[in-house]
């Protein structure tokens, strides 16, 4: 196998071998270090195969590899020799170096005075080996690029390459370091806001119905932000301004990708009203809760108007959550991450069974134990089935404040999977609970409330009337506890989909 390409040394510090090669050659002859790159990740991975499978437009900067001409600390004489010929401008015939690696270079002189060196000096080299090395080549810069795709038609495309050659092992360590530290932590790469305009704000290279296309690197993020960018009113906005104070464009595509990624917006002109009407929404929810107020956390836009367009979680749980955690304070977080975490905590809630029930009265406390007994034997049970079942009942909560019980109750009913009603004693409290749940279910077009009553027909007559208004509602009664116990299980699998 051979590499060719132009051979100097670059800013008079290290000897590149600068030239063209297929993708799957450099695939081949390389690997990254494990003490110095990352581990690649497989979202990344996927979105550099995909631009690198795409046609039109698919450009990237020369991978950098490294490879040391001898192994050991101290240089060959050979190596030696090759640096100080390319040094002169003197062509090098032919050497052997470490892991089987042959190479020689030829120099083409310029006749001219005034012409820079590199002219005076125009030297190309052919590096050649035999088999497989034994040792693949160090990716400083292009792990990405390489690891992402092992498709035919990528490895047959030619990209241009910059072979870092080393005279020993200690000048190996040292420059790979050094240069991997300065290609990925001196540059300053151009801002996304920067690199948006030049292309929303060119309709003539980039006209609409390319920013559409995915194959092309865009999308409908891309076009949607082009069309939406400008329009927002932020006179009417005041709460949401300082999110788009500096970086607009940056912050619509992020909404845009990540609420179409999500499948809250459609790839569809609608798509832009309904983010404006989120946005809206969000703006009041800041006069709602002012605390929200300065907050300049593009993650935390994107979330909150996630939820806000997402029906079967509430946004206003999501933001207590939010304020009760200060998490309103960061100046920068992953939309993602705050998606995914209220969601496993709603998940949480959603397990939460919530008991309404009167209290005073030894059967129903009885009641109550029984309860906790059965979920207790169903979270035994069921040890895959995370996270765990879990009662509560608003006496128990103790945070360290004087609460609102009304408030926490209706804050514990409209989160929990599941209200377990006592209707023994015809309890009024207990009847608007069940009155709440019903009213959270036609609010959220479900089919059904998520409740479920019994009544103990074993107290006193007059204990176990049922009001007219839930007696035609389907009840567990029962006069023996084991009934009960036994009714209740049935009914908690088949609600949480343990059992068909």
């Known amino acids: 196998m051979k590499l060719k390409g132009i ?56 991978i950098i590899l490294c490879a040391s001409l001898h192994d050991d600390d101290l240089t060959s004489d050979i190596a030696a020799s ?55 080549f160090a990716r400083l810069d292009g792990n990405h690029r390489l690891a992402a795709t092992k498709d035919d038609e990528v490895r047959k495309k030619v990209a241009p390459f910059c072979l870092i050659l080393c005279q020993n092992q200690t000048e190996f360590r040292r420059f790979s370091r050094s240069l991997f530290h300065n290609i990925n932590y001196k540059q300053v790469p151009l801002t996304m806001e920067h690199n948006l305009k030049l292309i929303l704000e060119d309709g003539g290279l980039f006209p609409d119905e390319l920013l559409q296309k995915t194959e092309e690197g865009f999308g409908w993020p891309y076009y949607l932000t082009r069309q939406l960018h400008g329009r927002l009113e932020f006179d009417l906005l005041p709460n949401l301004k300082p999110f788009f104070a500096c970086e607009p464009r940056a912050q619509l595509l992020q909404l845009f990708e990540f609420l179409i990624g999500r499948k809250a917006l459609g790839e569809n002109e609608h798509a832009i009203k309904r983010l404006s009407g989120a946005l809206w929404q969000v703006n009041a929810l800041f006069e709602t809760h002012p605390s929200l107020k300065g907050a300049t956390n593009p993650g935390l836009l994107v979330a909150l108007v996630y939820f806000q367009l997402e029906p079967r979680v509430p946004v206003v749980a999501f933001v207590r959550w939010v304020l009760a955690n200060h998490l309103h304070e960061i100046a920068e977080s992953n939309a993602a991450d705050l998606v ?5 905590i709603m998940l949480s809630r959603k397990r939460t069974i919530f008991v309404s029930m009167p209290f005073g009265k030894d059967a129903t406390e009885n009641h109550f134990t029984e309860i906790t007994n059965v979920v207790a034997a169903i979270n035994r049970d069921y040890p895959d089935f995370k996270p765990q079942l879990k009662v509560q009942r608003v006496d128990f909560l103790q945070d360290g ?100």
């Open 82 to 136: 090759f640096f100080a010929k390319v040094k002169a401008g003197e062509p090098f015939k032919s050497g052997h170096f470490a892991h089987g690696v042959t190479i020689n270079s030829m120099v083409n002189k310029s006749r001219g005075t005034g012409d820079i060196r590199a002219v005076q000096y125009f030297q190309t080299a052919t590096l050649s080996f035999r088999g497989k090395l034994a040792t693949p």
């Open 7 to 62: 051979l100097d040394f670059s800013l008079g510090n290290f000897l590149c071998l600068r030239g063209f090669a297929p993708m799957g050659v450099l695939q081949d002859i390389s690997a990254a270090p494990q003490d110095i790159q990352r581990v690649p990740e497989d979202a990344r991975l996927k979105e550099v195969g995909d631009y690198l499978r795409k046609g039109e437009l698919v450009f990237f900067p020369e």
């Open 340 to 344: 995914a975490i209220f969601e496993k």
């Open 401 to 500: 404040t004087s609460f609102p019980i009304r408030a926490k109750i209706e804050e514990f009913m409209a989160n929990c999977g599941l209200l377990i009603a006592n209707l023994t004693y015809c309890n009024p409290n207990v009847y608007h609970e069940v009155g709440f749940m019903d009213g959270k279910a036609k609010a959220l077009d479900a089919d059904k409330a998520d409740v479920l009553l019994f009544l103990d027909e074993s107290v006193a007559v007059d204990a176990s009337v049922v009001g007219f208004n839930l007696s035609g509602s389907k009840q567990i009664r029962f006069k023996r506890t084991t009934d009960f116990t036994n009714q209740l299980r049935e009914n908690l699998e088949r609600h949480f989909n343990l059992r068909p």
